[in-house]
């Protein structure tokens, strides 16, 4: 048994769901992404505007940590991503509340990647992605977002912290990130 779980958060539009992706293929562990689980939940869930996304937003965690559980029951190491918050959010959900919770439960150990950058840079890449076929429905914005809307809905990811090991990433070029060092790192947790 590997009683080992891997956190991917922080700042939205930094490349937090391509890392889960490789660090799955990398370590032959399943993971599971918010925004994916979203737009899995909107073929049978319409999503009409931005509270809709927000409701089935709290539906995916719930997924989320539903298949976090089973993981655990059985000792599996598992992977998850989203944009995490310690706060209520989405109608009272405490996310890291309630991942703590389980990681107590049942004596898991974890590591968390807080992906965070420079405001104004993610903000454009996120803006260019707002409506992009592949983020679906279930992800849009839907609303005005501007720069400060953006900055006020991230400042407080990168605070997300239930204990382990963090590792804070700069995702402002993503070219420059050495993405197989922050690999090995996970490597060696699973390992050690």
Not at 107 to 129: H, K, N
Request: glycine share 8%; aromatic share 12%.
């Amino acid at each position: 048994m590997c009683k080992k779980i891997i956190i991917i958060g922080g700042y939205c539009a930094t490349g937090k769901t391509t890392f889960a992706a490789r660090l799955s293929q990398e370590l032959g562990i399943t993971y599971f992404a918010k925004d994916m689980v979203k737009i899995a939940l909107n073929r049978s869930f319409s999503v009409n505007d931005r509270a809709d996304s927000k409701r089935l937003s709290a539906i995916a965690f719930d997924s989320m940590a539903f298949a976090v559980e089973r993981h655990m029951e059985v000792g599996q190491p598992i992977i998850i991503e989203a944009n995490f918050v310690m706060r209520e959010n989405h109608g009272g959900l405490r996310e890291g509340d309630a991942l703590r919770d389980l990681i107590d439960r049942y004596g898991y150990q974890s590591l968390t990647y807080i992906f965070v950058g420079e405001m104004p840079v993610l903000y454009a890449r996120f803006a260019a992605r707002d409506g992009l076929p592949q983020r679906g429905v279930a992800n849009k914005m839907w609303d005005e977002f501007g720069f400060d809307d953006y900055v006020a809905a991230n400042l407080h990811l990168a605070e997300f912290n239930i204990g382990g090991d963090i590792v804070k990433i700069d995702a402002t070029d993503l070219d420059a990130v050495d993405f197989c060092e922050y690999i090995w790192v996970a490597k060696t947790f699973m390992e050690g």
